[in-house]
């Protein structure tokens, strides 16, 4: 953690600043360690406060002073860190205008008389895009909750189920198994609803012959996982279901065969994209085909169209493409990946196979 600290002091220097408030939470914990929902990061060249309140003073010198940081406990947050920052002679102060709401911004400028602010965009969220092998083995457990709890409600995927009720079902296993939360909400889509990349549960029946796009992740020790399987109940009612199943299986096994040191995300996602395309249903294949997760279940660099990043070691990322077709049925199958040295490590096992609940 402290080497952490380190960073974002490097940060700090090509922000051309000597002073940055960390004001996301999710950056707020890597950089400190402190796992509550109230504090703040100013850090200068030879100083690092953990601003926070008294509900949190005992919890955060705990967690944050191992790692150097000194608790600074505040009533008024923006009229004392305006303070803190003239106190340490802060001249000119790195923010992140990314995290921040412009009402925020507009009340901390009230109470900096000498300190200028300068954006630091997505410095400090950068220096969370290489995952260490602690982080690695968090995202690791939470997938064996993810999965473990899959297995246990799999027999509940029969004709008449509830979506709702099979979600319920699927959280309740992975908080048994010691996840803190869900890490997004839970996707159940059968039948016409698997074509809705997003379409979370409703209170539509599970029909024999339909489809399901099951998407669902869990938090650990503050770390996300995401998966997502498709299967069908029973035989397939879809004459093409079998068929734009493959294809999406060939698209992300291309796409995860892609991933190596050095390779633009953009041609990762178009690996996946060209079997789309190339099957003839490139118009049925509208999102990025993987986006980057650790503390947040959506983190940068994506693999997308958009996207100008390069694949480095240490990544870690989703590899989801999927083919939606309006009012029948939709497949996307998800896989986490991590960039090695050799290629890509897959954290996620369940294997990706087509599969029958019946």
């Not at 939470?25 to 060249?45: K, Q, W």
């Not at 024999?208 to 938090?219: R, Y």
């Not at 980057?292 to 694949?311: F, K, N, T, W, Y």
């Not at 070691?313 to 009012?327: D, S």
Request: hydrophobic share 40%; proline share 3%; glycine share 10%.
């Amino acid at each position: 953690m402290s080497e952490r600290l380190a960073h974002a002091r490097k940060a700090l220097e090509s922000l051309q600043a000597d002073g940055l408030l960390v004001w996301k939470m999710p950056n707020v914990r890597y950089l400190s360690g402190f796992t509550g929902t109230e504090g703040r990061l100013l850090i200068t060249a030879d100083q690092a406060l953990f601003i926070t309140d008294s509900r949190y003073t005992e919890q955060a010198g705990a967690q944050v002073v191992p790692y150097g940081f000194t608790v600074v406990t505040i009533r008024e947050r923006m009229k004392e860190i305006g303070g803190k920052v003239g106190e340490l002679g802060i001249k000119k102060l790195a923010f992140e205008d990314e995290a921040m709401t412009v009402s925020e911004l507009n009340q901390i400028k009230k109470h900096l008389t000498d300190a200028e602010l300068t954006e630091a965009g997505s410095a400090v969220d950068g220096l969370r895009y290489h995952k260490d092998e602690d982080e690695i083995a968090a995202i690791r457990k939470a997938v064996r909750v993810q999965e473990e709890a899959m297995e246990a409600i799999f027999s509940l995927l029969v004709p008449g189920a509830v979506e709702n009720d099979v979600a319920f079902q699927l959280e309740m296993e992975m908080r048994r198994r010691g996840a803190s939360g869900t890490s997004f909400d839970t996707i159940v889509g059968s039948g016409p609803r698997g074509a809705l990349p997003h379409g979370v549960a409703s209170d539509k029946k599970i029909e024999a012959g339909e489809l399901i796009v099951l998407d669902w992740g869990c938090i650990v020790d503050g770390y996300c996982s995401d998966q997502t399987i498709t299967v069908c109940v029973g035989e397939p009612s879809d004459p093409d279901a079998r068929k734009v199943y493959e294809i999406v299986r060939e698209a992300q096994a291309a796409s995860i065969a892609s991933v190596k040191p050095g390779m633009k995300m953009f041609d990762i996602d178009k690996a996946a994209r060209d079997v789309i395309t190339d099957a003839g249903y490139g118009d049925l294949f509208g999102h990025g085909t993987g986006h980057s997760l650790g503390l947040e279940i959506h983190e940068e660099p994506r693999a997308s169209m958009l996207s100008d990043a390069v694949a480095e070691e240490g990544m870690v990322f989703t590899i989801e493409p999927g083919i939606y077709l309006p009012g029948r049925f939709g497949v996307r199958l998800e896989d986490i990946i991590v960039v090695r040295s050799d290629g890509a490590e897959r954290l996620t096992t369940w294997d990706k196979n087509w599969r029958s609940t019946l």
